[in-house]
């Protein structure tokens, strides 16, 4: 089966279309063919590196047979689940073996050696490619999902509608606001009570 990933420029139009500024061909099996999309980039070294997801970005490398994970720049709470998830994945389908799932040399991301392949025709770097193609497939909706919630959030404080926004001045200043006071010291009434009553000894 053959593999065709386009390598594009990773820039704002190519995320939304993918455009055809190469390809690489992928050869799983014998006379069987497929063809599978993502947004990926070849490095110098050959490393396939592979920018769909919103939180994090895999590297292919067929020289070192490993399959690295990286955040993206802003490090956030669902990145490891994501990359959990991935490796997960991998070993279901039998790409990896999770006992090998180490942190790399850069901070919060993780790296796995591939299975040497030991079935006729069948390369260990192609299968990878495959495996991450469907698991960008499977995480799509999430993806999205994100993506219009911060869209909505943005909308939401810069943006905001008659009903949650209010005019300059519409809302009269008070004198007083809040429940604190700056004349109670730390620890309240108390502590100043205590002041008071060494001052007088």
């Known amino acids: 089966m053959s593999v065709n990933i386009k390598i594009v420029p990773d820039d704002s139009s190519t995320q939304e279309s993918l455009g055809a500024s190469g390809a690489i061909k992928i050869k799983i099996l014998k006379d069987e063919s497929t063809k599978v999309e993502m947004l990926a980039r070849r490095a110098l070294n050959g490393d396939i590196m592979v920018y769909e997801h919103d939180l994090i970005d895999v590297v292919v490398s067929p020289s070192k047979k490993k399959v690295v994970v990286f955040p993206k720049e802003m490090v956030q709470?669902?990145?490891?689940?994501?990359?959990?998830?991935?490796?997960?994945?991998?070993?279901?389908?039998?790409?990896?073996?999770?006992?090998?799932?180490?942190g790399g040399n850069v901070y919060s991301s993780l790296e796995c050696k591939l299975h040497e392949s030991v079935i006729s025709g069948v390369d260990e770097v192609q299968s990878a490619l495959f495996a991450v193609s469907l698991f960008m497939e499977e995480e799509r909706p999430d993806i999205l999902a994100r993506k219009h919630l911060q869209h909505d959030l943005m909308t939401y404080h810069f943006e905001p509608d008659q009903e949650d926004s209010t005019e300059l001045g519409e809302v009269p200043h008070e004198e007083?606001?809040?429940?604190?006071?700056?004349?109670?010291?730390?620890?309240?009434?108390?502590?100043?009570?205590?002041?008071?009553?060494?001052?007088k000894n």
């Open 77 to 102: 709470r669902e990145t490891y689940p994501v990359q959990n998830r991935f490796f997960r994945f991998l070993y279901k389908k039998g790409v990896i073996d999770q006992g090998d799932v180490q």
């Open 176 to 199: 007083k606001k809040g429940s604190l006071d700056h004349r109670t010291r730390p620890f309240g009434y108390q502590y100043m009570y205590s002041l008071l009553r060494e001052g």
